[in-house]
């Protein structure tokens, strides 16, 4: 209840820090409005604020603060979900680089771990507790509904017992006063509220239980969606029913804080992005939400909402750049066809509240085997909600059949078919603004006012009968104002109209004892077309943003995919429209206000061709580099998990303050005759990488798998040593190592401190007893170590590569000294490119870069590009993993009206076939609309970088 008012809350995931643009924010906010969700979930990464022990960041791309203000702003509830464990694909499932240092065991009630967990709570809940919708007592109010302390947490020891009422009890005691949960990782009854005396269940000092389920199939090799799975039935209507085993936590509300919208996709697959979209996509949200809702999940959120992009260091070693996940918003923020279901789903959620609450009523008589139907009841008004489905719900067929029940108004045979996998959201025995609805096979979309009386909008599947019955005092005079409507009225009050879907039909109603009644009857395609702001229906637009009448003006703002046309319907007068802020001329027709020129198109625009400057980028293998600042490896603690061979050093990157991306790693050792190879073992994360080079030349290179469920994210790499390797005196070796990442901590094992880095290097060898060549280590990564040279753009955003600590990826760096090509060379080279966009002005579009042939997941070249865009790391190509070859960069870090600088760091083996392929700038999205989004500011000129 919020204010007294039960509500089903709708919500879907963001990821701020997915987005590094915080303009943006706003639009993806609306685009989740728009769509019909009423609250937003967001996950919150304590690694992305925290570079360094006690180091908190909460400015520009990590203003938290100005998130929540804009979710408010845009009248969504939230529910905030700060951890400290998230998992979300992220490095490290959200834990900072630093705290794999730490030997203590994380997500336990170990003390030196709490205290590292309250340094960030203390942080994120003084900002959190501003925006709760009950106030922080000082003045300040926002959105905040709901907040989740860990996530996942699937250990229940007394340790992890103790840990939980410490999570707790440090919310409350830093101000946190909405209702507390966890999400369960499935519906195991771990944590639930101590109070609510269910036996068998794990509990903990919950208020809500909350969990998360992913079902519905996968997508199969060649992007092919399978519905191999029903819609798991949660609570009422599980085994056992309301009070039974079925539910994990009867006596709170059904809560499910993830329920796939989508997933994730991984390095070397074949690109599933589209397919996940597809899979669980339009009519999957009608039979699988659906039947959560129908099952008493009041909460749900679906995870994502709007997936973004893992950029820089953010990915777990399971997955690659992009993060789209299929989401209702694309990466490119596009509302994709799932959205638009969604809002029509979501505008029967606000167009009846009695749904919150309901209770199954009476089982319905179903004359086909093939369907079944859930039949619910608000215990308060008795309105109904018949979610009509197959059975089970993954079926497949064509069905007519009928649905028998009683409904609040009598006995009622309600005509129906069902084409293929799908779901009806039906309502029956309802008051609708000042009408009653006896029934509708139809579903609606959306309740509003208009010419002082009601408007509903009805769809359905394009071409199918519909009958939607209402309930008057005596016989209303019916006006078919448009397309073919049948009325009949009868003795008992009821006035059914017969219709088929199809183009927009309107029928204006009155007398009979009610107020008067518009009725906008359509097919699923009409119904799409329809936005609602506040009491306003518009029609037309490809999206609308905000709709605001003030004094007879409505200032209405959204996007265009081409002309199209707009029809507002209000309830009061409107005398002029504005669109994007310009006066539009318009016409009154028939209680419509019409726009009587199309709304403009989007202009076309070219994008300039790359020209490319290089040089090369890896000093470190040169046997004469200076490396005298580097630090050398020593015996210093190792918290690693990943055992190692017994009088090592400690070879890891972490335990040198490095984290994130590449570091270097120089030995030198005596040759010895009987040096034949070198064997390295080290840890990377999926698809990460050696280069091992001795004296200067590349002696071999090694990369880990990728693929699903876990990556493997170590390994050992042999490599032959040439001839130098046996010569007398001092040789040097050069290893260049990528780390995609930490693990994430899913099983609270400590996977996260799996070893990243160089475990141990042992020369060997042809034959013979073992011995041991000693090899003095030092180590380089990236400038300032956990002193981030970049607190800007921040920790995800660079790695240790020569070109990198120089600032070569820096906008500002003077690159004129490059040339137009250099020789390919083993290493890494980097590319520097200037170009001026021109976006047209009033555009949102959304632009990208596209390596070599993007209609195939991967290229027979073997490289990887780190690409940098007027110096934010925007992501990783590896051309012979893939899939993911078309890289979107939001506007803000690029800018669209003017000078931009776009620098690789291309890493091969320098053999020809391994070089870099054409890079082009592409357009993956243009709308006439969007949001004003000023660029990020961050340094630009090497100079302003902080001294290493
Ligand atoms: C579950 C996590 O809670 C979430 O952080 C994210 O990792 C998501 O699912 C997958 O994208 S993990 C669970 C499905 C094992």
Redesign the pocket.
Known sequence: MIDGQRKVIWSSEMHAFRLPSPDLWRDVLQKMKASGFNTVAF?FDWGFHSPKRGVYDFSGIRDIDRLLTMAEEEGLYVMTRAGPY????LTRGGFPGWLVNQRSRARTDDPDYMAAADEWLTQVHAIIRKHQINGDGKGNRGTVILHQIE??LALTTASQRRYMDHLYAKARADGITVPIFH?D?GRNGYWVPEDSKVEKVVHGPNDMYAF?G?PGGTCTVGGKVTRGSAAPDWGYYGPGGAKGGASASPNTPGFLA?FGGG??DYWGSNGGYECNARQRGKRFQRVFYGTNLANGIGIQSF?MGFGGTSWGWLPAPVVFTSYDYGSAISETREVREKAEELKQLGGLIRAVPDLAGMIPAGAPTISSPNIQVYHNKSPETDARFLMVTHKPSNGQSDDRFTVAADLPDGRYTLPMQLRGFDAKWLIAGVNLGGQRLVYSTSELQALTKHAGGDLMLLYGRTQEPGETVLRYASEPRVTVLDGQVTSTFASNGDLKLGYTHGTLARVRISGGGRPDLTLLIGDEAEGVKFWQEGDMLVRGPALVRSGALKGGTLALTGDTRAEEPLEIWAPGAIRRVTWNGVVLPTRAAGGTVVATQPLPAPASFTLPTLKWRAAPGSPETAPGYDDSKWQAIDTRAYASITARPDGQPNMLMDAYGFHEGDVWYRGRFQGTPAAERIQIYYGAGGSGMIQVFLDGQLIGDHELPSGLPRPITTGTATFTLPEAARTPGEHVLSVMLRNNGHNWD?DADDFHKEARGIVSASIEPRVGPSFSVPIAWKIQGRAGGEDIADPVRGVANSGGLDGERRGWHLPGFDDRAWKATVPAAAGTTWYRSSFDLAVPKGQDATIGLAFGDTTKPRSTGRYRVLMFVNGWNMGQFIANIGPQRVFPVPEGILNHRGRNTVALAVTSDGAPENALEAVKLVTLRTVRGGIPVAPVAAPTKPSELKAD
């Open positions: 996950y998230v998992n979300a694909e996530n996942e999400n990782q998360d992913y993830e997933w994730f995870y899913l």
